[in-house]
């Protein structure tokens, strides 16, 4: 999925083979979903580079929506921005061997966590919602 196949307002579903409150879960997450990933790419964007882990970027969708949204939830919506190509794993240039290495931050319970930000297409539309107005 490029960037210019990404529906903000495309509604989640639920494979068949899920079980029953996954297909639930679905249909309640349709009023949801789509400003999610719109406060998803904002609070990626504010971060900046380097961007932040799934529970740091809850914690800041959080804010902006004036309601709790949890780590699962905003990881789903991170995760349809991944394949849609407007957000990547954050990562660093190792100045020795040039190679690409994934930066990490840790979990509430200090587990290592994955730590994501926005590839330029994804700088891109939410700077073109600035231009607009939306932002």
Known sequence: MSADQLDLFAQPTARATDID??????VIAIGRAAGNRALALRALYDAGEGGMTDF??????????????????????RNELVKAGLVCRAFRLDPV???????????????????????????????????????
């Open 21 to 26: 409150t996954a297909h639930r879960a679905a």
């Open 56 to 77: 740091a970027l809850a914690d800041a969708v959080t804010v902006l929506a004036g309601r709790r949204v949890i780590q699962t939830s905003v990881g789903c919506r």
């Open 97 to 135: 061997t040039g190679d690409r290495v994934p930066l990490n931050g840790v979990s509430p319970m200090g587990s290592p966590a994955a730590r994501w930000e926005l590839t330029p297409t994804g700088c891109g539309v939410v700077e073109a919602w600035a231009v607009d107005g939306a932002a």
